[in-house]
């Protein structure tokens, strides 16, 4: 998989808190936006959501809509449900109604090319929030704003590693992948495979998809539970599904956070909770609130502004103490 924007790699990348400004290099030549022309005062955004799957995702599509009213955008908002041919016709319809920018967190990574082609080809400017696409020909979307997906695998699988340090037991893993063919699934579990991969008493017994919800990671983790009578760590790549596999533990009277260690990707406040009840052992931090970093680029590229090729997100991680002491402010 070609990873293009891992943060390694690219060079001129921006890194900013979820709140920050943005600006600077040349951009890609996606759409036309207003370039030489006087500004647009009234800006029409069309956003196609992936859906509602997550406690991640609902503060998500918050972020993105408190965002667009603060900002003075009118924001045009269709939720995929985690279908990529829904997420087709929204940025179809946005086109045919002639929208200033259009912006979309892509459900999976492949398969944009001709939809991002007749974007370009109407001129409008697309900005890839969250999530990328694979698509070899960059100048079909002005930026992508979001997490490196890469180095989340990779602090969970590290810290995994520092974990069992000294210790030479085979140490059984299952892990519950986000929806089949996302960048977070992915890049969370190549990212956590390299981590591990140096220890190799750390094995990954069962890996299955959970689609990044509570209900499937409580079936899945049923499954894992009575396919393999001894789960040492359970690697989830959201806390949703952890938080659905806590469920499936605690069913079949184990104890989670002690019977089996589970590390999880997300912060939410439900995650978080779990976190500091000692339920969850740690948690990578992935932000949700990409909104006014969205609209602030979303001026830019429709007033025919530069902007960086990619934008990272600021990001921690979290262990039960900190998650006790991060609780009370938790946004999301
Ligand atoms: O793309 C971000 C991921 O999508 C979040 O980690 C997950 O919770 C969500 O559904």
Request: net charge neutral.
């Amino acid at each position: 998989m070609l990873k293009r924007w891992s943060a390694a790699v690219v060079g001129g990348v921006l890194l900013l808190g979820a709140l920050g400004a943005c600006g600077g290099e040349k951009s890609g030549d996606a759409g036309s936006g207003a370039s030489g022309g006087a500004k647009k005062d009234k800006i029409v955004m069309g956003f196609a959501q992936v859906g509602a799957e997550s406690g991640w995702r609902t503060a998500n599509t918050k972020s993105i809509q408190d965002a667009a009213a603060a900002a003075g955008i009118e924001l045009k908002f269709s939720d995929a449900q985690q279908k990529q041919e829904n997420q087709i016709k929204a940025i179809r319809s946005y086109i045919a109604q002639k929208v200033d920018v259009i912006a979309f967190s892509p459900v999976v990574e492949s398969g944009w090319d001709t939809v991002l082609k007749e974007a370009k080809d109407a001129k409008i400017p697309v900005i890839l929030t969250d999530r990328a696409v694979d698509s070899k020909d960059t100048t079909l979307y002005k930026t992508f704003l979001g997490s490196d997906f890469v180095v989340e695998g990779k602090k969970a699988g590290d810290w995994l590693v520092k974990e069992y340090q000294g210790k030479t037991d085979p140490v059984n893993i299952v892990e519950l992948q986000g929806t089949t063919g996302s960048a977070p699934a992915n890049d969370r579990k190549s990212g956590f495979a390299d981590a591990i991969k140096a220890s190799p008493n750390l094995k990954i017994i069962a890996s299955q998809t959970g689609d990044f919800t509570r209900a499937k990671g409580k079936e899945v983790m049923e499954a894992f539970l009575k396919a393999n009578p001894k789960i040492d760590v359970l690697y989830a790549h959201n806390d949703d599904m952890a938080l659905g596999a806590i469920e499936a533990i605690e069913a079949a009277g184990k104890k989670p956070g002690t019977d089996i260690k589970i590390i999880s990707v997300d912060a939410v406040k439900d995650g978080m909770t779990a976190l500091a009840a000692g339920k969850i052992n740690h948690i990578v931090e992935c932000s949700p609130l990409l909104g006014p970093q969205l609209m602030d680029l979303a001026k830019k590229v429709v007033n025919g502004e530069s902007v960086q090729p990619r934008i990272l997100t600021e990001e921690t991680e979290f262990t039960p103490e900190q998650a006790k002491a991060a609780l009370p402010d938790r946004k999301y």
